[in-house]
């Protein structure tokens, strides 16, 4: 059994930062792609940014220069940096990891973590 927790949402105004930051735990063998995805009501869920394991990572045009992800692999988290936040960025922030147990590889989310920028 697999566990994503998140952890930094909230609420700032806008310009400001915000980090977040997502902990895997349970039966993990080795953590590949992780990700943020985030939505809003009525629309889909939309990939923020990504990191594999080799640290290569892909940003979305909308926060490209503004959102910075990363990761430590001994802790089995991913972080994502939001800088020159706008109040577009308000949204449910969804962290996301494809994993590797001694059973299976499967793909993984959190349960979600707000963040509201006011204007």
């Known amino acids: 059994q697999v566990q994503l927790v998140e952890s930094g949402g909230g609420l700032v105004q806008a310009g400001g930062s915000l980090s977040l930051s997502c902990a895997a735990s349970?039966?993990?063998?080795?953590?590949?792609?992780m990700g943020w995805y985030r939505q809003t009501p009525g629309k889909q869920r939309e990939l923020v940014a990504s990191i594999t394991s080799g640290g290569s990572t892909n940003y979305a045009d909308s926060v490209k220069g503004r959102f910075t992800i990363s990761r430590d692999n001994a802790k089995n988290t991913v972080y994502l940096q939001m800088n020159s936040l706008k109040p577009e960025d308000t949204a449910v922030y969804y962290c996301?990891?494809?994993?590797?147990?001694?059973?299976?590889?499967?793909?993984?989310w959190g349960r979600g973590t707000q963040v509201t920028v006011s204007s």
């Open positions: 349970g039966s993990i063998l080795r953590p590949n792609t």
């Open positions: 996301n990891m494809e994993i590797a147990t001694s059973a299976t590889m499967g793909r993984y």
